[in-house]
């Protein structure tokens, strides 16, 4: 598509619950990239795919954390059993290969209550 | 490792007057630079970047950066500030020689910039 999609644009979900955010790249875009954004707080990153190799998962708080991107587009992540401390914005970015900046979605509004 | 600092949460400035948002970085090599907007309820939006070539860069909306080496800083500027400017600003650098980050943006806490009528 013409920009990076991901949805649901906003989620409400009960604390112990699992969620999935989608994000669908760039058409052509190797790169993938998730990161959260906390209330007055800047960009954490959690994860990053390229290509076939194995995705760099450095950045994720915990194992209620982890992704997917199947057949080298659309992203998975997938949070289970919530905490209130998950509620952030997240954001995934596409990029080509050389890196040279990403394309942003618009994220994904997770509030765990 | 690779880091960016944006020493101001806050900036206030009035319409029509220059203004400068600050950013310093680290990297062992030589960096690749980046600005991003993000208005309310959206995500970033790509402003400009600094790769290689002169050092002043100019990007979307007016913007301009100014890439120093010696003071290693990446000042985001805008001679004249307009209201729709109001925003949350961020830096972010990247070192393409390390090998750990290499395709990874890290990026600063944010700037709000607020510009008053």
């Known amino acids: 598509g013409a920009g990076v999609s991901q949805s649901p644009s906003n989620k409400v979900t009960e604390k112990g619950k699992d969620v999935e955010l989608r994000c669908d790249p760039i058409?052509?875009?190797?790169?993938l990239y998730w990161y959260r954004q906390s209330l007055g707080q800047g960009l954490e990153f959690l994860i990053y795919?390229?290509?076939?190799?194995?995705?760099?998962k450095s950045g994720l708080p915990s194992d209620r954390f982890s992704a997917e991107r199947t057949g080298g587009s659309v992203s998975t992540l997938t949070i289970q059993r919530t905490q209130q401390e998950d509620s952030a914005v997240y954001l995934c970015a596409s990029s080509s290969y050389q890196g040279n900046g990403y394309t942003f979605g618009s994220g994904t509004r997770l509030t765990v209550v | 490792a690779q880091s960016v600092a944006q020493p101001e949460d806050q900036v206030n400035v009035a319409e029509g007057n220059p203004l400068t948002v600050k950013c310093t970085y680290s990297?062992?090599?030589?960096?690749?630079l980046f600005w991003y907007v993000q208005y309310p309820n959206r995500g970033l939006q790509f402003l400009l970047k600094y790769i290689t070539g002169d050092n002043l860069v100019k990007g979307s909306y007016g913007f301009e950066a100014e890439f120093n080496k010696s003071q290693t800083s990446f000042h985001l500027k805008k001679p004249s500030a307009l209201v729709s400017d109001s925003a949350l600003y961020f830096c972010?650098?990247?070192?393409?020689?390390?090998?750990?980050?290499?395709?990874?943006?890290?990026f600063g806490s944010g700037t709000q910039l607020t510009v008053l009528p």
């Open positions: 795919f390229q290509g076939n190799s194995a995705p760099d």
């Open positions: 972010a650098v990247r070192d393409p020689t390390d090998s750990g980050s290499a395709r990874q943006l890290t």
């Open positions: 058409s052509g875009h190797t790169a």
């Open positions: 990297v062992s090599g030589n960096p690749y």
